[in-house]
């Protein structure tokens, strides 16, 4: 039987690079780049060749394995692994590069900063403090060959080959024997008659002034060359000077040193500095110690280098949010060092934290993500969305803060995109049918409409035939201003989606009614609006073979190509109009739509004011289009808009304010439309609502509610009060007497149910109310018959036996 001896070299967990890194430390170890072999992460390899006659560099070699091995500090190379042979000796540590490599390479790309150094230095200078202050030993090789830096730019402190204890034991400093290294060596150690008197710690800090010069002036050609300071800063340069004064006794202990740099207008006084002193002591601070760092973190990050972002700052922020409920204060700077990965480093770090925060119940959580969403919503798969954020996302459109709703709203402009069939063209449809005909708040209803807009090359052909027409239509009916606009500028924005049938029969009517509209900004836009339809119209006229190349996206499919003028068109969504948002709703924040009134023009001296229009003795007719099969449809979804109405909507629509705004709806519609022309024999063009009808139970949204009957005699019109517009005077505005709306026409973004859902509510109440007070009496029953017994019976003795 053959035996055969293992490899130990072939046997090590670490697989090593042949090639030797350039920069690496002079004598006899070589410093080469490796890796896991189990897991593929990096790591540096020094290996030492044993070699015969050289037994006293193997024992120093030898003795910085041990050293290495046992010492443990931050600022001290890190060991991990180690091997030990006849014929060599590998130390492996944590990936880090020589300091001259580093200092060379940054200088090429240009990126070295003095914040940087300062930091670094502040790392050498802590690790010498350790070994003199708490070991009692002494370096003995401090000089730029025995500095590396890690891949997060921490400075580390190696070369630990001729280390010795200060507090003697009869050992001397062992004899280096490398001309490049003893040229480091202060001045004292020349003179061997012993009568200089020093500290422990001052040859190490003479060498520390070394690689201070090095640093900020390249290789140091000889001693003499450290008189001349060179391109050190000057706030620097006194405790330079310290460092290699020719007293060694004056030279500062390292922690001493420390403190003067750190004084005020100091080297090392600076943010990068005090950052990372925070970051190394974060598990110890208090909570709101971590909430203030994180808030102000944002501010600093743009100065800071790019591997300390994505090195040392993420890991405590991904911890922070994890471990230590951080909450939304990590989510700013979080992602400006989410701007420094790469895609696949975005998608294995920041991606899961991401998407676990969309399932925050905290609202500043929630309204961060929403407002944030541009800066990773290109990290994000479609299945992602459809599955762990959009349910989470649909929940800030039922939110009680406006902020939420709006910043929801904006939100899918950035989501539709990657949304699938259900979630784009049922789900969300939903919930913005809700929002433009029920919000209180008018700015949200206008970026509902500027949104729908945008996304509208997204929906199927058959969602956008059925949602642009009627919605853009609601939208121009709104009592909020600048919703109309946004609703003749939608119609714009979609322009080459729609037929020119429905650009004849239900646009134009449209746009016509609002060119007698109160505001002159609603005004501008429709006339402009109508010209691009009318000479769209005419072009086709003129010649019908155009009427194919013009109709052609009518029927296609969604397309993301196909939004480029819809985002141009409506460019003034997320700056002009929403900029406007926060604003209109501090200022009126319990607006509803029924309260919200068009703005009335101050009426020109000279003209009287318009008599208040009579109310229609008869509904308005629907269109010859509503079939009856339409009809038994209506009447069939009103038993799914009970159970609409019956879902708990959170706090969306508290019930003590439902019957205030049941009350407020025909007024509102009365005062929302002032300013339109209209007649009884005229058709409105949105008269057909069901256009929005759609799978499920919330068509109602979108359907025409019947007109409201006449008031009782004595009833005041709304649009008789003064709500707090100019007193008119003797001139009138030339549009008054045309814009007056009809008082009696129903609001177009009521949800169908209004006329009865009073009613029913009511009903509902009322059985409520007696099912309560049944309760009510029959446990007044039950405990007046308890009573009785207690009476007749007497109170039971314990112990006592019951006799029947």
Known sequence: MWFFARDPVRDFPFELIPEPLEGGPPGPWALHRGRKKATGNPVSIFVYDVKPGAEDQTQVAKAAFKRLKTLRHPNILAYIDGLETEKCLHVVTEAVTPLGMYLKARVEAGDLKELEISWGLHQIVKALSFLVNDCSLIHNNVCMAAVFVDRAGEWKLGGLDYMYSAQGNGEGPPRKGIPELEQYDPPELADSSGRVVKEKWSADMWRLGCLIWEVFNGSL??????????????????????????????????????????????????????TNLFLEEIQIKEPAEKQKFFQELSKSLDSFPKDFCRHKVLPQLLTAFEFGNAGAVVLTPLFKVGKFLSAEEYQQKIIPVVVKMFSSTDRAMRIRLLQQMEQFI???????????????????????????????????????????????????????ARLQAKDDQGPIRCNTTVCLGKIGSYLSASTRHRVLTSAFSRATKDPFAPSRVAGVLGFAATHNLYSMNDCAHKILPVLCGLTVDPEKSVRDQAFKAIRSFLSKLESVSEDPTQLAEVEKDVHAASSPGMGGAAASWAGWAVTGVSSLTSKLIRAHPTATPAETNVPQRPMPEGLPAPAPTPVPATPTTSGHWETQEEDKDTAEDSSAADRWDDEDWGSLEEAESVLAQQEDWSAGGQAGHAGQVSSQDHKSPESDWSSWEAEGSWDQGWQEESSPERPPEGTRMASEYNWGAPEPNDKGDPFASLSARPSAQPRPDSWGEDSWEGLETESRQAKAELARKKREERRREMEAKRAEKKAAKGPMKLGARKLD
Not at 419 to 427: F, G, K, Y
């Open 221 to 274: 050609p000889r001693a003499a060359a450290l008189r001349n300071p060179g391109k050190i800063p000057k706030s620097l340069v006194p405790h330079y000077c310290e460092l290699v004064g020719a007293n060694p006794k004056v030279r500062p202990n390292p922690a001493r040193f420390l403190q003067n740099c750190r004084a005020h207008g100091g080297f090392m006084s600076n943010r990068f500095v005090e």
């Open 378 to 432: 290109q990290y994000l798969d479609e299945p992602t969305v459809n599955t762990q954020i959009f349910p989470h996302v649909v929940h800030g459109f039922l939110d009680t803060n406006p902020a939420i709703r709006e910043q929801t709203v904006k939100s899918m402009l950035l989501l539709a995109p990657k949304l699938n069939e259900a979630n784009l063209n049922v789900e969300l449809m939903k919930h913005f």
